[in-house]
């Protein structure tokens, strides 16, 4: 008896159909190789990113901040690095059904930034605007997620841990691993999130001699690097302090601090600057991805893309 072969994209045989009957066929073990609905959907929701809120930002990250990334918010002083971080470590928490990856935050806070009474405001905001996409969406399930919801439950969803220290930083960084190994043990809502605000804050003024601060920086980069190769499903966002060095001895230009080294630590840089009063931030790494300036504006809510149109009506 004749048969037809049916091939995957590789050119391999996974299944033989008769011509004469499509009834009785025989499959290759290759099928083996595939994969329930619900494996799927759980790869499908491991590829979905942390958004910022701010949706001109998210668009030029390409959806947001990948897990299992090194994401840099790089800026000058007030321009709402802090505010960004603790924005991303919300948005963590977004339920499946709101297109979120339904994960707690861990926040290292070095500089004393974090403080309950913004992240309670942005939490609000943030929960307010879940009420109004549910309401208007008329799904049952986004109404029924979001009354499970609240203020309380949201800044739950954040673990602050201060170190005030260049010792106190490296200690909390060595401990990310054992803490996600202890985290997961729980059987709670994993961590997803690492955010360390700032990274330094510390680690650019308190280690003394230019060798010992090299040796501590390549070790606190190749852990992070590390953590993420292990723990694919989470991201870790890191701020820093953008300083001004001499470009070809001549011209001020804002680079990074820390370092020559620690500009590869990060995946995905973003930095924010101040352009007279305005805030704008930009892709600036991987080079391939580079934005154009976005503006952003901070609100009672927390950091807001501003849109090109509404940008050009204030200005």
């Known amino acids: 008896m004749e048969e037809s072969a049916i091939v995957n994209a590789d050119g391999h045989v996974i299944a033989h159909l008769p011509e004469t009957s499509c009834a009785s066929w025989h499959v290759s073990p290759l099928m083996a190789d595939g994969q329930d609905a619900h494996t799927l959907y759980e790869q499908e929701v491991s590829r979905r990113k942390i958004v910022t809120l701010c949706k001109n930002l998210d668009e030029a990250l390409g959806g947001g901040i990948s897990p299992g990334?090194?994401?840099?918010?790089?800026?000058?002083?007030?321009?709402?690095?802090?505010?960004?971080?603790?924005q991303i470590a919300l948005a963590v928490q977004l339920p499946w059904c709101f297109g979120g990856i339904q994960g707690r935050a861990l926040f290292i806070d070095t500089e004393g930034s974090l403080t309950s009474e913004r992240v309670a405001d942005m939490a609000a905001a943030l929960l307010v605007h879940l009420q109004h996409t549910a309401a208007s969406s008329g799904s049952?399930?986004?109404?029924?997620?979001?009354?499970?919801?609240?203020?309380?439950?949201?800044?739950?969803?954040?673990?602050?841990?201060?170190?005030?220290?260049?010792?106190?930083?490296?200690?909390?960084?060595?401990?990310?691993?054992?803490?996600?190994?202890?985290?997961?043990?729980?059987?709670?809502?994993?961590?997803?999130?690492?955010?360390?605000?700032?990274?330094?804050?510390?680690?650019?003024?308190?280690?003394?001699?230019?060798?010992?601060?090299?040796?501590?920086?390549?070790?606190?980069?190749?852990?992070?690097?590390?953590?993420?190769?292990?723990?694919p499903s989470v991201a870790v966002?890191?701020?820093?302090?953008?300083?001004?060095?001499?470009?070809?001895?001549?011209?001020?230009?804002?680079?990074?601090?820390?370092?020559?080294?620690?500009?590869?630590?990060?995946?995905?840089?973003?930095?924010?600057?101040?352009?007279?009063?305005?805030?704008?931030?930009?892709?600036?790494?991987?080079?391939?991805?580079?934005?154009?300036?976005?503006?952003?504006?901070?609100?009672?809510?927390?950091?807001r893309g501003r849109s090109a149109a509404k940008r050009k009506s204030v200005m």
């Not at 994401?71 to 603790?86: A, D, F, H, R, Y």
């Not at 809502?189 to 090299?214: C, E, M, N, Q, Y």
């Not at 501590?216 to 690097?225: G, I, K, P, R």
């Open 237 to 303: 966002v890191l701020t820093n302090q953008l300083t001004t060095k001499l470009k070809d001895g001549l011209t001020p230009t804002l680079t990074p601090a820390l370092g020559e080294a620690w500009l590869q630590t990060a995946h995905d840089r973003v930095e924010l600057r101040w352009s007279g009063q305005h805030r704008l931030a930009q892709v600036t790494k991987p080079t391939y991805s580079r934005s154009s300036m976005l503006e952003l504006v901070i609100t009672l809510g927390g950091p």
């Open 69 to 86: 990334r090194v994401v840099e918010l790089c800026g000058q002083p007030g321009v709402g690095k802090t505010q960004l971080g603790i």
């Open 140 to 231: 049952t399930i986004r109404i029924e997620e979001v009354r499970c919801l609240s203020v309380e439950g949201l800044l739950d969803g954040i673990t602050v841990l201060r170190a005030v220290t260049a010792v106190e930083v490296c200690a909390a960084v060595e401990m990310l691993d054992q803490y996600l190994v202890e985290d997961a043990s729980l059987g709670t809502t994993p961590t997803k999130l690492i955010v360390i605000d700032s990274i330094s804050a510390r680690l650019s003024h308190d280690l003394g001699d230019f060798g010992r601060r090299a040796r501590v920086l390549s070790a606190a980069s190749d852990q992070l690097l590390a953590l993420t190769i292990k723990y």
